[in-house]
């Protein structure tokens, strides 16, 4: 069977509605024929469905094709590649079923065994391991990264943090602590602000079970400050910290004080290359859980590299933990949840 180029979509008659359409869900019915955009006319051309568009095979197509739609390439590969998972799949371009006007997305793949106009099981942004991601864009995608090799990651991207803040303590108030370099320590604390709240660490180690002195993070002391529950200035606490690592100390407080107020325990995910570790529910650090996640803040217009992505979702499922980015602005903070997907 042989199509005709028609501009950017490839249009074919005879019985091609039949056989490709309303059997597999290959393009767009118009009446009796069928459009197709380009990544289904060559897909089409590489499986030998179709012989010929405008006297094109498959290399001459793919050629043209490439030349004619920046990032062609990446989008064939991935829509072959769903194709072979067992998917329905529509172009997400205007006309389309499931399109949506402005959307950036480049495939949208129907639940199993949903033809196309059915509920969209992912909505398929194809990039780049080369380029550069806006993170605000990436909410609701499903994430298809072409690398130089043509080999295909996904990434699934979710809006919030999936929290589940169950960790209940009361604070004292007014307790001794000196501002001492990059840290406070608290003195005399009760053993509850450690054992329960999981603040600080115990100055003579961690398995101590006198805990007579606690190191507190400037986080956790400018936390506990604006709380009351330790004697200093919490303005001087934060000059402190902006001293010590600039305006990102501000960004980093700002999770931390709504992670702590909606019952998530953060402490430092330093030996995992993020800001934070989180607790959902802390009764005892005697009988510590697993951390869940992963935080690392960044701000709102933070434009991710793929690789960037890649390390880090790759390194929090290593240790069974979900990778949550927070797009901490200046009046509100936003959460990404990010973790590697097989269609």
């Known amino acids: 069977m042989n199509a005709t180029l028609d501009g950017d979509v490839v249009r074919a008659g005879g019985d091609a509605r039949q056989r490709f359409h309303d059997a597999r869900g290959y393009g767009r019915a118009d009446g009796p024929d069928v459009t197709l955009a380009r990544v289904e006319a060559a897909h089409l051309l590489y499986r030998g469905d179709l012989d010929a568009v405008s006297g094109m095979g498959f290399?001459?197509?793919?050629?043209?094709?490439?030349?004619?739609?920046?990032?062609?390439a990446a989008r064939f590969l991935v829509y072959a590649d769903l194709r072979e998972r067992g998917f329905y799949l529509a172009p997400a371009r205007e006309g389309?079923?499931?399109?949506?006007?402005?959307?950036d997305e480049d495939v949208l793949v129907f639940e199993r065994g949903e033809k196309p106009g059915g509920p969209v099981a992912h909505r398929v942004r194809v990039v780049g391991e080369r380029e550069e991601l806006a993170?605000?864009?990436?909410?609701?995608?499903?994430?298809?990264?072409?690398?130089?090799?043509?080999e295909v990651?996904?990434?699934g991207c979710e809006a919030g943090g999936g929290f589940d803040g169950r960790t209940e303590y009361d604070?004292?108030?007014?307790m001794e602590a000196d501002?001492?370099?990059?840290?406070?320590?608290?003195?005399?604390?009760?053993?509850?602000?450690?054992?329960?709240?999981?603040y600080g660490q115990p100055v003579s180690g961690r398995d101590d079970a006198d805990v007579d002195a606690l190191q507190l993070s400037l986080l956790e002391a400018a936390d506990l400050a604006a709380r009351g529950a330790v004697d200093l200035d919490a303005e001087a606490v934060i000059e402190r910290g902006r001293e010590v690592e600039g305006e990102r100390f501000d960004r980093r407080l700002s999770v931390y004080r709504e992670l702590r107020d909606r019952g998530v325990v953060p402490k430092?995910?330093?030996?995992?290359g993020a800001d934070f570790r989180t607790y959902d529910a802390v009764e005892t650090v005697a009988e510590l859980p697993h951390s869940e996640r992963l935080v690392r803040v960044v701000t709102p217009d933070h434009r991710f590299h793929p690789r960037e992505l890649a390390?880090?979702?790759?390194?929090?499922?290593?240790?069974?933990?979900?990778?949550?980015?927070?797009?901490?602005?200046?009046?509100?903070?936003?959460y990404l949840t990010v973790e590697r997907l097989t269609p």
Do not use: H, I, Q
């Not at 501002?179 to 003195?187: A, F, G, P, S």
């Not at 880090?312 to 990778?323: C, E, F, H, T």
């Open 59 to 72: 290399r001459a197509f793919f050629r043209d094709s490439v030349a004619s739609e920046p990032g062609f």
């Open 179 to 198: 501002l001492l370099d990059d840290r406070v320590v608290c003195w005399s604390p009760p053993a509850a602000l450690y054992e329960s709240a999981f």
């Open 311 to 334: 390390l880090d979702v790759r390194l929090a499922g290593g240790v069974r933990k979900r990778m949550v980015f927070a797009l901490a602005g200046d009046d509100s903070n936003d």
């Open 171 to 174: 604070l004292p108030a007014d």
């Open 96 to 103: 389309w079923p499931g399109a949506r006007v402005g959307g």
């Open 153 to 155: 990651s996904y990434f």
């Open 268 to 272: 430092t995910g330093y030996k995992f």
């Open 135 to 150: 993170a605000a864009d990436l909410v609701g995608r499903t994430l298809a990264v072409v690398d130089e090799e043509s």
